[in-house]
Nanobody, 122 residues
């Protein structure tokens, strides 16, 4: 199986930046797709963005222009978050799936990390 571990969360003021990392281990595939989701207080888990094995990226409208997803190899994915807003406060989760398609629905993703807390103060 695949294990995912997120890191880099913390407390930041509005307008600040954070960079999250997602490290994968186990039986990963070079063709896996990866994605970031988040879940705020009292809200359902929502799609933030994703990246295919070929490097194509996708973003939700709420973060487009502020967040950027990248990867440096088959094992590691990043989420650069800039111009953070209080409404970005959430637990951020990394997801990975053998499918070449980036889906925006959580049930489509096979592997999940435990999440990392991001808190943006006003």
């Amino acid at each position: 199986q695949v294990q995912l571990v997120e890191s880099g969360g913390g407390l930041v003021q509005a307008g600040g930046s954070l960079r999250l990392s997602c490290a994968a281990s186990g039986r990963t595939s070079s063709r896996d797709s990866m994605a970031w989701f988040r879940q705020g207080p009292g809200k359902e888990r929502e799609f933030v963005g994703g990246i295919t094995w070929g490097g194509s990226t996708y973003y939700s409208n709420s973060v487009k222009g502020r967040f950027a997803i990248s990867k440096d190899n088959i094992k590691t994915m990043y989420l650069q978050m800039n111009s953070l807003k209080p409404e970005d406060t959430a637990v951020y989760y990394c997801a990975r799936d053998p499918s070449p398609i980036v889906y925006d629905s959580p049930p489509r993703w096979r592997y999940w990390g435990q999440g990392t807390q991001v808190t943006v103060s006003s």
